[in-house]
Structure formats: structure tokens, C-alpha cells
């Protein structure tokens, strides 16, 4: 499990529109996919910041010996609490990894457990387990109102991956479970990149409204979508949402559920903004060549 420079990308943008603090749990512990030139990149303009992280880097001690795709990278909790004003802690079903909280999120947690955290970080971790649903519910459960939730799990392309997740099924949960804010980003990569975890991709926003093609040719929309796709989610929490409720797949939505899709107007019109990319290209393809996607940007 990982967190690649992306999902650095998107914490560093939400710290900038509200700082991240508090009491983070990350769901296994995570291999920072930066090494110190993408770290610079991203960092540039924080020079505190980056220095203190590259110092820290020359530590052995700092540096990443227990994960698979650690190879000397910055630690996860060294990072965390290096650019945010963060206490690092880390759920897994067994301590193998060093985890502090040992805890099988196959299934539902104590109640005990609940509200505890300001932030939560699964990246891999849903598309690595056999039950999702239940480890998504207890992430809802594990945050305080007002904490955030951040995904970054495969979509499609992914070899070897054991589940993949459309955009739909995060903002479709989020949505009927009244969270105060969601927003979903899909993560293409088109290219190959500099090595397996370090590759720039187009970003694109999901909505759930789209204008519907009567006889679209499927051939052509998955090979709009040749390449990896990851999905990546923030989500904030809000006093009143629940984890309980199921949604249903948009093309069965009818008088008789619940329509998670008004919960759009809400998103739609939170001070949170999109990502920003500096980066564009005139010839992206939309996945799926589907307007349910906005185009933000390329090398993100």
C-alpha cells in the first residue's frame, strides 16, 4: 500500500484550504511514493517545510525499512508529521508492520472506536481486502465530525489488483450518508513514468449527471481508457452523517430509494475547490469518453 505523489499533492492543497491537524490513522502503514526530487517539486514553494523533510531524510532511522515499496523512502509517519501538525497512527490486522492499532477492518470495529480521528488514510487498502463495504463504513466510523477521509484505490489497469472501484461508489456513499462535502478525482496515467510508483496522470472530477448517449459504443469507451486509473476521494465528515446507508447504483435509481444524486447541489456548492493543475493538453480523452468527467489537468 501506498501513497504516491498525488495523493501528497491533494493533502498539501486541503492543508492550503484547511489546515490538516489533529489525529491522523492510516490503514496499513503506506510507502511514500516520492523520492527527494518529487518531494522538491511538490515542496517548492514551502521551503521550511521541504528542508525539514530532507533533513530528516538523511536519517537512517527516518527511512523507510518496513514496507515492500519503502526502499528508503521517507517513513509514512515521518512525513505526516513533518508537513502537518499530524499525531501519526496505524490500524492493521496484525502488528507486521509496526501497526499500533491491530484491529481486522473486514469487519465491523467497537464502537469504542468511533469519532476518534481528524483524518484517515486508506490508500490500497479497500482494493486489498475481501469486504469493502465494512472497511468503508468503519473509516466513516473511525472519523470525528468535521475529520476527513482520503481514498486513492484502483480503478481499472491495475495488474494484480483484487478489487477495482468506480468513482460512483464513493460519491454515491458519501452522499447518501449525508457527509458535508465529497470530491472525487480520477487519476489517469497514460504514460509510462519515470519507475512503477513515480508517473504523472491527467485529473479529472466525477459528477454524477452526464448526458446520455442512446447507442454508445462501448469498444471505443474502453479504449478511451486504455492506461491506469486510480480513483482518489476526499471526503469531510459532517455532525449528522450516518455509515449505514446503501445506496444504489445510478442506473436503478428510481421513486422507490433513496436519490443520493440531490446531495450533489451540496457538493457542488462547498467553498472547497477543485484541485488545482498548472499543466493542460489539448488531446485528453475523458474515461469513458463521459461527461460524468471534467477535465482539470495533466502531469499531476
Not at 518529487?38 to 527511512?63: C, F, G, H, V
Not at 490500497?124 to 468535521?146: E, H, I, W
Not at 513514468?193 to 448526458?211: A, E, K, Q
Request: hydrophobic share 35%; aromatic share 12%.
Amino acid at each position: 500500500m501506498g501513497m504516491p505523489k498525488q495523493v501528497i499533492k491533494l493533502l498539501k492543497q486541503e492543508n492550503g484550504y484547511n489546515k490538516i491537524s489533529g489525529d491522523a490513522l492510516f490503514c496499513g502503514r503506506q510507502s511514500v511514493l516520492a523520492d527527494r526530487n518529487a518531494m522538491s517539486e511538490i515542496y517548492s514553494d514551502t521551503p521550511s517545510i521541504l528542508d525539514s523533510l530532507l533533513d530528516k531524510w538523511l536519517d537512517p532511522r527516518n527511512q523507510d525499512a518496513s514496507t515492500r515499496h519503502g526502499n528508503g523512502l521517507i517513513r509514512d509517519n515521518i512525513f505526516l508529521q513533518t508537513a502537518f501538525d499530524l499525531t501519526y497512527n496505524c490500524i492493521d490486522k496484525s502488528d507486521y508492520e509496526g501497526a499500533n492499532i491491530i484491529c481486522d477492518l473486514n469487519y465491523p470495529i467497537s464502537s469504542e472506536m468511533h469519532s476518534k480521528f481528524d483524518l484517515v488514510f486508506t490508500g490500497g487498502c479497500l482494493d486489498n481486502v475481501f469486504n469493502p463495504v465494512s472497511l468503508l463504513m468503519n473509516s466513516t466510523n473511525l472519523l470525528k465530525a468535521g475529520g476527513r477521509v482520503v481514498h486513492y484505490e484502483t480503478f481499472s489497469g491495475v495488474m494484480g489488483s483484487y478489487l477495482g472501484f468506480s468513482p460512483e461508489w464513493f460519491y454515491s456513499y458519501y452522499a447518501i450518508n449525508n457527509f458535508a462535502d465529497c470530491k472525487v478525482y480520477v487519476c489517469h496515467q497514460t504514460e509510462s513514468g519515470i519507475s512503477r510508483f513515480n508517473y504523472d496522470t491527467n485529473l479529472f472530477s466525477y459528477h454524477p449527471s452526464f448526458t446520455r448517449n442512446p447507442n454508445p459504443d462501448y469498444f471505443k469507451s474502453a479504449m478511451a481508457s486504455a492506461g491506469i486509473m486510480y480513483v482518489m476521494v476526499i471526503a469531510e465528515k459532517a455532525k449528522d452523517s450516518t455509515s449505514d446507508l446503501m445506496p444504489s447504483q445510478i442506473q436503478y435509481l428510481d421513486a422507490k430509494v433513496i436519490d443520493w444524486r440531490e446531495a450533489a447541489t451540496k457538493f457542488d456548492s462547498s467553498s472547497r475547490p477543485h484541485l488545482h493543475v498548472d499543466s493542460r493538453i489539448a488531446d485528453y480523452k475523458l474515461p469513458f469518453m463521459s461527461d460524468h468527467y471534467s477535465y482539470l489537468g495533466s502531469e499531476f
